[in-house]
């Protein structure tokens, strides 16, 4: 079943690499100073970076681990990884470990795994054998099958409580399933109800959320509290200019007046330090990262590959803009990493396993043109 065919190595995609090291690395770069700190007598430093290169160096293996299986067996264990991602999520109220005033991991002991994650990463893969095997546009019988075996998770990580993670989960089918072809009537039904669930929706939300949506109008009633962290992001931001204050030089990081700086606020942290271009640049990467994912789509040799590089397109799309905006100050905070630039372990290594999907699909779509598998 996991047998390996050398040939495929002659094919291997490096540019996908190459863009995914490379910003993994201006990731641990950009960890390194915010893990600094300036102190009365120096520089101290928490080790967030070093840990980052260890999770970095899991990915690896994960990335190839998941590149050498032939991604065509991945659909025949596609529902048996949801159920065992749906099992380890069941677990994480009764035996999850809480962090930050929500309980979102399991202790491993030497390391604290996050199953949503893995809910990521099994959903695509399940969602991806489904739309393979249709062979029409996706109607209300079909459509509301993806969305019963989606929601089941997401209601499990909303009450986490994680509803950025659940969002993003919702998001990345909707746009496999707008890739795959929607019949008008659904499109028109959707775009009509979900404005009007949007205030039921108010009523059943914490108190901590609908704050937050308050803060994202007027972050000035909130500074002291609950708007703090989007003010000083926007002040770090901004304070960067052009050009940026340089290397561990940022005064709002290093200074401790931005919180969260290693995981939600890591790009106010480049931007202080790198300045408008710095950030424009990063973005440009983004891009081309985004690009080389969707030239595999394009050159997929099946149904399947074509699905699972798209679900992945959506993945990495929606948390780069989702972040970026939430920095900004356009979008409320709901706690999305920035790919491969926020501190996580579990997020870090799940992230390199898709990045090793794609270049499978890749190298593969050589052997289907060759003949032989």
């Known amino acids: 079943m996991f047998s390996i065919d050398r040939r495929i ?3 291997f995609n490096w540019q996908l690499l190459g863009i995914t090291l490379i910003l993994f690395f201006i990731g641990v770069v950009n960890l ?7 102190v009365e007598h120096g520089v101290r430093f928490i080790p967030y970076y070093k840990k980052q290169l260890i999770w970095g160096a899991g990915g690896l ?3 190839f681990l998941a590149m050498v299986i032939d991604y065509r067996r991945f659909k025949e264990i596609a529902f048996p990884l949801y159920i065992l991602s749906l099992l380890l999520l069941a677990l994480v109220p009764f035996m999850g470990k809480t962090i930050s005033g929500a309980r979102r991991w ?9 199953p949503t994650e893995l809910v990521k990463l099994s959903v695509i893969i399940w969602v991806s054998a489904y739309l393979s095997n249709l062979n029409s546009p996706i109607g209300w019988k079909d459509f509301f099958k993806i969305l019963g075996v989606v929601l089941v998770p997401v209601a499990l990580i909303v009450k986490q409580p994680d509803l950025g993670s659940g969002l993003n989960i919702l998001m990345l089918v909707g746009g496999m399933m707008l890739f795959y072809g929607l019949k008008k009537r659904i499109i028109i039904t959707v775009l009509i109800v979900v404005p009007l669930l949007c205030p039921i929706a108010w009523h059943f939300m914490k108190d ?3 704050t937050r949506i308050r803060v994202l109008f007027n972050p000035e009633k909130y500074k002291l509290k609950e708007g703090y962290n989007i003010i000083q992001s926007k002040i770090a931001i901004g304070s960067g200019k052009m050009w940026g204050k340089g290397f561990l030089e940022g005064t709002q990081s290093q200074l401790r007046f931005l919180p969260e700086k290693h ?5 106010a942290v480049f931007a202080e330090e790198w300045g408008f271009m710095g950030c424009l640049i990063l973005l440009l990467l983004c891009c081309v990262f985004l690009y080389q994912i969707s030239k595999v789509v394009e050159l ?6 074509a699905y699972l590089c798209v679900g992945i397109f959506f993945y990495f799309f929606w948390q780069f803009f989702i972040n970026i905006c939430m920095v900004l100050g356009v979008l409320p905070v709901v706690g999305i990493p920035l790919p491969f630039l926020s501190y996580g372990g579990s ?3 799940v992230n390199f396993s898709l990045m090793g999907l794609v270049s499978n699909v890749s190298m593969r779509r050589f052997i289907f043109k060759n003949g032989f598998s």
């Open 9 to 11: 190595f002659s094919h």
């Open 32 to 38: 390194y100073s915010a893990s600094s700190l300036k």
């Open 61 to 63: 293996v994960a990335f």
């Open 106 to 114: 399991l202790d491993l002991g030497f390391f604290s795994f996050q």
């Open 208 to 210: 901590y959320q609908k």
């Open 263 to 267: 995981t939600d606020f890591v790009f």
């Open 300 to 305: 997929s040799k099946d149904n399947f590959g």
């Open 347 to 349: 997020s870090t290594i």
